[in-house]
Every structure is written in C-alpha cells, then in structure tokens.
C-alpha cells in the first residue's frame, strides 16, 4: 500500500521523534539488571553478574546507558581502563549494545562519545581499544567511519565459537595541553568600546618606556654645557669686531 505525502514525513519523522526522548546518563548498580537483559537481547558474548558488578566498583565513570521515556534501558556500553600493561594507560570497551527496536538512532555514536570523554577527563587516556567480529559490518562502519578508529591487528579464533576478532584502536589527542588563555573579543556596542580601550591602554604601557626616553628633559650639565658654548661664540664674536 502506497503512502501519501503526510503518511512518508509522519513515518520519515518517527525515529528523530524517538532518538529525543531517549537519554544518555551514567549507569548506576540499579541499572545492571537492566543492562545483563540487554547485552542477553542483543549479543552472544554474554556475562555473569558479578562482572558487570566488578566494572561497576571499579570504573563507574565509564559505564553509561540509554534510556527511553519509559525508563527503559535500551542500550548501554561497559568500558574498563587497562593500566596493568606495559602500554600506555588505556580504556577498552568490554560490550556495546542496543536494543534492535531503538538502532539507527545514534545511540551507539552517543554512547560511545560519552564513555570516551569519561576516559580521558578522569583517567588521562591516552587511546581506546575494543575486539569486533570480523563479519560484523555494521559494527565495524561505526567505529571505523563514525567513531575513528582503525583495525590494529587480528586475533584468531578470539571468539568461543572459533571467529576471528579485529583488534581496533583510536587514539586520543595530546593529554594536558591547556588551551592559550587571550582576551574574549567583545562585539557590538559598549563591550566594544570598553574592550578598544583596554587594547589601547596596554599598547601605550608597552610604549611608555620608548617614549619617556624620546622626551626625557635636560640635565643641569647638558645646561651648563650649551651655555659655555654661547658665551664662548659671543666671545669670537667681539674679537672679529675689533680686528675690523
């Protein structure tokens, strides 16, 4: 059955209707049944409670979910820090997950984003890594083309049912760094005014010395000195009147 015009924009406009009531917080233990059931839905790499509990304890900052207006968990990602290794301190994604019903949606990217932001505000990471199945497509177009990362190695049979695994890493940019710290440009009006002067002000501190020294006033013996000069010309000056 064909759709008219108003049926297309009422169905084109469902999924941004449900992405805005769907919201992306930090997980809580309340949370974790919540996010087993999901990861039970949706993937076959699935685990016991207590090691939902262990990330809980250990990185709280780094697990986040997506919740619907229902509050219902629809999606979630468990991160951890690797910083028991010899490379740099690093986080690691253990699962991602979202409810068939909810994908499409960038609530993956969101998740994502904001377990990243965790990693690297609290803990100074320097890159992430995670495994995927090297036939999961969709999965890969996400963290390869959205999320930036790159395929850095592949692990054979990583998977209990012997499939392959691509080892993916993104690193993060230079920890630390502060950003320069110069004066807001005001636009419009009295800001404006306020701010031209100010630049003007510190223009002529910086010129002052230069300045000072162009006009600086006479001493007594630079007097003394022009002085002696005059009375020494009007001497040469009468001594010629007198020859004439």
């Given at each position: ?112 984003r904001a377990t990243e932001a965790a990693m690297i505000e609290t803990f100074a990471a320097k890159f992430l890594s995670l495994h995927v199945r090297v036939t999961n497509r969709a999965a890969l177009t996400l963290y ?101």
């Amino acid at each position: 059955k064909l759709l008219s015009g108003e049926g297309r924009s009422r169905q084109s406009s469902q999924p941004v209707a449900l992405a805005a009531m769907v919201c992306i917080r930090q997980a809580t233990v309340e949370d974790l049944i919540a996010m087993q059931a999901c990861n039970l839905q949706c993937l076959p790499e699935n685990y016991y409670m207590k090691y939902y509990f262990y990330h809980m304890l250990s990185w709280p900052q780094l697990l986040f979910v997506a919740e619907d207006y229902n509050k219902k968990i629809v999606g979630y990602v468990l991160a951890k820090m690797e910083d028991e290794t010899d490379d740099e301190v690093h986080g690691h994604i253990t699962s991602l997950a979202v409810l068939r019903t909810h994908r499409k949606l960038g609530l993956a990217t969101k998740l994502m984003r904001a377990t990243e932001a965790a990693m690297i505000e609290t803990f100074a990471a320097k890159f992430l890594s995670l495994h995927v199945r090297v036939t999961n497509r969709a999965a890969l177009t996400l963290y390869r083309d959205t999320l930036g990362f790159n395929i850095d190695d592949t692990d054979p049979k990583y998977y209990a049912d012997q499939e392959d695994a691509y080892f993916m890493k993104k690193t993060f940019g230079p920890q630390g760094a502060k950003p320069d710290k110069k004066k807001p440009k005001a636009s419009g009006g009295l800001l404006a005014l306020q701010q031209e002067k100010a630049d003007k002000g510190d223009a002529k501190e910086a010129d002052e010395p230069a300045e000072a020294a162009k006009f600086d006033p006479p001493t007594r013996e630079a007097e003394a000195d022009k002085e002696g000069e005059a009375e020494a010309a009007d001497k040469k000056k009468k001594k010629r009147g007198k020859k004439k």
